[in-house]
């Protein structure tokens, strides 16, 4: 199943080709509103998810990159001990493996995960997120989805089998 990692370098290409557009054409927390309720926003996160220890003083930055290698491995290995029919699942971890290398690279780059994805309401924001961020969210739904066997029960559901 490693046919798969096409997928995870288009998400590491597309991931990396948007941090590069928005670092070159922004300032540092510079915001451009596209649409109501989504904003480019140009951020440095060097913390994990949702700027999780962002302020912890710098070890975090090789903790997580760390982790991220470690993932990627585990990921890699999960994904080539994948059976044919298994493609739900090969896709969802590829997505997940391109998000994790995405944010590596920036981490082992810069320090920080260049993120500019803002979504809000009224004045609440969801914290900025990018390319790489969103992919492992999509990976990580699709697992779940495969795990509870949610597009094989509504196969079933349409081809009118309980």
Request: a negative charge; charged letters at 10%.
């Amino acid at each position: 199943m490693l046919k798969w990692l096409w997928l995870s370098v288009l998400v590491i290409v597309l991931d990396q080709a948007s941090k590069l557009a928005i670092d070159h054409t922004m300032q540092l927390y510079q915001s451009i509103p596209l649409l109501p309720s989504f904003n480019l926003t140009y951020v440095h996160n060097a913390g994990a998810a949702f700027s999780f220890l962002s302020g912890a003083g710098g070890w975090q930055r090789w903790f997580f990159a760390g982790l991220a290698v470690a993932m990627s491995v585990a990921l890699s290995i999960w994904l080539s001990r994948l059976q044919k029919h298994e493609t739900l699942l090969a896709a969802s971890l590829s997505l997940i493996l391109g998000g994790a290398v995405g944010n590596l690279i920036d981490r082992l780059l810069y320090g920080y995960v260049i993120d500019f994805l803002d979504v809000y309401y009224g004045s609440w924001h969801f914290p900025a997120f990018n390319v790489a961020d969103s992919a492992i969210t999509v990976g990580a739904f699709l697992m779940i989805v495969e795990t509870f066997g949610g597009f094989e029960h509504a196969k079933k559901n349409q081809d009118g089998e309980h």
